[in-house]
């Protein structure tokens, strides 16, 4: 019952690595989020999809890309991976993108 | 530009008296207003929202307020309990650009 996953909980990786994280909403929603909280707990958007599109694309490193396959999944692809990339990277989503966002559990990014 | 200034950074308050955690905005056409709540290793849930057309809003323990004019918001915690310790944040939708910005949080802690 789930309403906004992410996998995975953990990641533990060397600087230079390329990872993926993983998002799904089962609430139907047209739009979903990416955000970083820094050790400082600031949380900060990154990007945001509706209905597949593109719609907010914040000062982020190209090194990020999202992709959304459909409107229930927002994936994070993060290339050459570096320390100040370590963080917790939630997903969220919205009925649509002036509504109540709904956040996934958060994945915990320790880059080495 | 879009900016949510949130205060103060750490609240300590004695169980059962009131906290009060203050935000401003810069954006006069903000419309939303959520307020979350982040426990400690857990993901960002909402508490409370209040649109523009109201000044205050209640629920239970938990208030917000709204001044238009002045652009600012805050959140009120009576009888505060032990499990009300965690980080709060406040929001503001910006209308122009689709997007929620997050104050800086502010981390309250609630005396036994």
């Known amino acids: 019952d789930t309403a906004v996953s992410q996998t995975p909980k953990y990641l533990v990786t060397q600087m230079g690595n390329d990872k993926s994280i993983k998002c799904e909403q089962n609430?139907?929603?047209?739009?979903m989020y990416w955000y970083k909280q820094d050790s400082k707990k600031f949380l900060k958007i990154m990007f945001s999809?509706?209905?597949?599109?593109?719609?907010i694309n914040e000062t982020v490193p190209n090194r990020f890309s999202p992709k959304s396959p459909d409107k229930a999944h927002l994936n994070l692809h993060i290339n050459s991976l570096e320390l100040g990339d370590s963080a917790v990277y939630f997903c969220?989503?919205?009925?649509?993108?002036?509504?109540?966002?709904?956040f996934g559990p958060g994945t915990r990014l320790l880059v080495l | 530009g879009e900016n949510v200034e949130q205060h103060p950074s750490t609240l300590s308050v004695q169980e059962g008296d009131s906290a009060v955690i203050k935000c401003t905005y810069s954006?006069?056409?903000?419309?939303?207003f959520p307020w979350y709540k982040q426990e400690l290793g857990k993901r960002p849930q909402l508490i409370i929202d209040?649109?523009?057309?109201?000044g205050e809003k209640k629920d239970q323990r938990i208030a917000v307020t709204l001044n238009k004019t002045a652009k600012h918001f805050s959140l009120h915690i009576t009888e505060t309990q032990p499990e009300d310790s965690a980080v709060y944040f406040c929001?503001?939708?910006?209308?122009?650009?689709?997007?929620?910005?997050f104050g800086s949080g502010t981390r309250l802690s609630i005396r036994p």
């Open positions: 929001a503001a939708l910006y209308s122009s650009a689709s997007k929620i910005i």
């Open positions: 609430l139907g929603h047209d739009t």
């Open positions: 999809y509706n209905n597949k599109e593109l719609i």
């Open positions: 954006d006069s056409a903000s419309n939303y």
């Open positions: 969220a989503s919205s009925q649509d993108a002036g509504a109540t966002q709904y």
């Open positions: 209040i649109r523009s057309n109201v």
